[in-house]
T-cell receptor, first 115, second 113 residues
Framework: GAGVSQSPSNKVTEKGKDVELRCDPI?????LYWYRQSLGQGLEFLIY????????KSGLPSDRFSAERTGGSVSTLTIQRTQQEDSAVYLC?????????????FGQGTRLTVV | GENVEQHPSTLSVQEGDSAVIKCTYS??????FPWYKQELGKRPQLIID?????GEKKDQRIAVTLNKTAKHFSLHITETQPEDSAVYFC????????????FGQGTRLTINP
């Protein structure tokens, strides 16, 4: 596709349920990032995939959060046993790694609401 | 790990005046510093970036300066217009390219007509 695509755009879930958020990066982009943005707040780093290297998971807030990237392309962020504080917009971004074309392009985000 | 501090959190300027947003970073190995603009309800988009081998970069009304010694960089917007109203985020990353971008907390810029 022409840009980073995320699905669903909006997700309302009950507390305690598991959710899966999907990110389709720009074709050929070897780097993929997940960020979380609470209302009116900044971009909180969650996880970073770089090519075939082990992902940098240092930003995941708890063991309820996990992410996979299959075949170096699509990524899924899974939140288990959701809690109300998980409510936020989850943003995915992708980029090339070789300068100078290293701009990170963001998807439109998934707005998660835990009720 | 890297930590990026951004100031101010809100900024209001008169149309036509200049706006300056400042960021500091902690990791001296960081070498890539992009700035993103996020309009209400939209995704962040890159407006300008700078690498550590350059002290200043300009693109029309937008400029970014970098002081590696002091580990701070700034965004300058001149001749501000209403469409400049948005939230601006600075970021820093180490290694090469846009690797593990760490963002500042954002500055909400309002341009008053």
């Amino acid at each position: 596709g022409a840009g980073v695509s995320q699905s669903p755009s909006n997700k309302v879930t009950e507390k305690g349920k598991d959710v899966e958020l999907r990110c389709d990066p720009i074709s050929g982009h070897t780097a993929l990032y997940w960020y979380r943005q609470s209302l009116g707040q900044g971009l909180e780093f969650l996880i970073y995939f770089q090519g075939n290297s082990a992902p940098d998971k240092s930003g995941l807030p708890s063991d309820r959060f996990s992410a996979e990237r299959t075949g170096g392309s699509v990524s899924t962020l899974t939140i288990q046993r959701t809690q109300q504080e998980d409510s936020a917009v989850y943003l995915c971004a992708s980029s090339l790694l070789q300068p100078p074309n290293t701009e990170a392009f963001f998807g439109q985000g998934t707005r998660l609401t835990v009720v | 790990g890297e930590n990026v501090e951004q100031h101010p959190s809100t900024l209001s300027v008169q149309e036509g005046d200049s706006a300056v947003i400042k960021c500091t970073y902690s990791d001296s190995a960081s070498n890539y510093f992009p700035w993103y603009k996020q309009e209400l309800g939209k995704r962040p988009q890159l407006i300008i970036d700078i690498r550590s081998n350059v002290g200043e970069k300009k693109d029309q009304r937008i400029a970014v300066t970098l002081n590696k010694t002091a580990k701070h960089f700034s965004l300058h917007i001149t001749e501000t217009q209403p469409e400049d109203s948005a939230v601006y985020f600075c970021a820093a990353s180490g290694g090469y390219g846009a690797q593990k971008l760490v963002f500042g907390q954002g500055t909400r810029l309002t341009i008053n007509p």
